[in-house]
């Protein structure tokens, strides 16, 4: 069985989470959305916020929830994915700023564990430029994020912020 792990912050999930989530989930046997809770970022929603939208998309979206689910981490990305058997840990590609950061983790990764692949997906062109953290700054200053969003999650957005709909 191939079990890849596609680890980030989630915070929050947006649609280009979602379409590398759709993409790879066709590439294993089994996805395991890593939602780090140890995230230096200040994270707006709490890690079972997070958790709970990821699984409510994935329900709406008639994803298998055995086969794909949201799960938490706070250890050594590695060391979480060893314990979970993955062969593979999936990351997104968006604009060249992405490459180096991912360049540098895909590196380190392969030196601790030679045995787990980490694989790039492209962000999809509608995607490109949607990121969660553009997302929380639109919506602090009122903002209509509906698009880069699930529903589920520009309605958590909403009460966040106290924006009228
Ligand atoms: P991180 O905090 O590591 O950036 P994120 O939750 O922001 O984690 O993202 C997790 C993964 O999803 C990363 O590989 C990131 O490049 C990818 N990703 C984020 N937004 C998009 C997007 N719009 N299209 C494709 N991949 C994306």
New binding site residues.
């Given amino acids: 069985m191939k079990i890849g792990l ?6 929050p999930l ?4 979602l ?2 989530i759709s993409r790879s989930s066709s590439l294993c046997d089994k996805l395991i959305i890593a939602v ?1 809770k140890n ?1 230096s ?1 200040n994270p707006l929603f709490s890690i079972s916020k997070r958790i709970d939208l990821i699984n409510e998309v994935l329900i709406s979206n008639k994803i298998d929830n055995k086969l794909v689910y949201a799960q938490s981490f706070d250890n050594l990305l590695i060391d979480f994915a060893k314990i979970n058997s993955v062969s593979i840990i999936i ?4 604009v060249v700023s ?1 490459f180096d950061y ?1 360049f540098q983790m895909a590196g380190m990764n392969k030196r601790l564990n030679p045995d787990i692949e980490t694989v790039f ?1 492209m ?2 062109e509608t ?2 430029f ?3 953290r553009f997302v929380k700054e639109v919506a602090s200053l009122g903002g209509d994020v509906s698009s880069f969003v699930p529903d589920n999650v520009n309605n958590e957005i909403i009460k966040k912020f106290n924006l009228i709909k």
């Fill in positions: 596609y680890p980030g912050s989630f915070d947006t649609n280009g989470h379409d590398i780090a995230t970022k990351r997104g590609l968006r992405d991912e997906l962000a999809s995607n490109q949607i990121a969660s």
